[in-house]
């Protein structure tokens, strides 16, 4: 039996602490390229000031949201995605 084939992965990593303005500007120049994307799978990471209002704009897109310093317990210097969401980020 063979595995089935595995999607590749690109995570446009934000690293540049966007502002809500610059990163709402940034997804108005990057969602038009990303139209024609195939045969991948595609998440953005934006820095943690931007990550709702990044979720809310592609919300319905085929995009995934990821974030960087992440636990679910924000025991260190990561943040928890429950903490800054509630139910929202677990999906409850």
């Known amino acids: 039996m063979t595995a089935p084939a595995r999607v590749p992965l690109v995570v446009a990593n934000w690293k540049m602490h966007l502002t ?3 990163a709402s500007a940034l997804l108005d120049d990057l969602l038009p390229m ?3 994307v195939r045969g991948v799978d595609v998440a953005l990471a934006p820095s943690f000031p931007s990550l709702r209002s990044v979720g809310q704009r592609i919300a319905g897109a085929p995009l995934a949201l990821a ?3 992440c636990h679910w317990e924000a025991r ?3 943040r928890s995605p429950r903490g800054c969401w509630g139910s929202w980020a677990s999906g409850s």
């Open 34 to 36: 990303l139209e024609g």
């Open 20 to 22: 809500d303005v610059w």
């Open 76 to 78: 260190t210097r990561a």
């Open 67 to 69: 974030a960087q310093d």
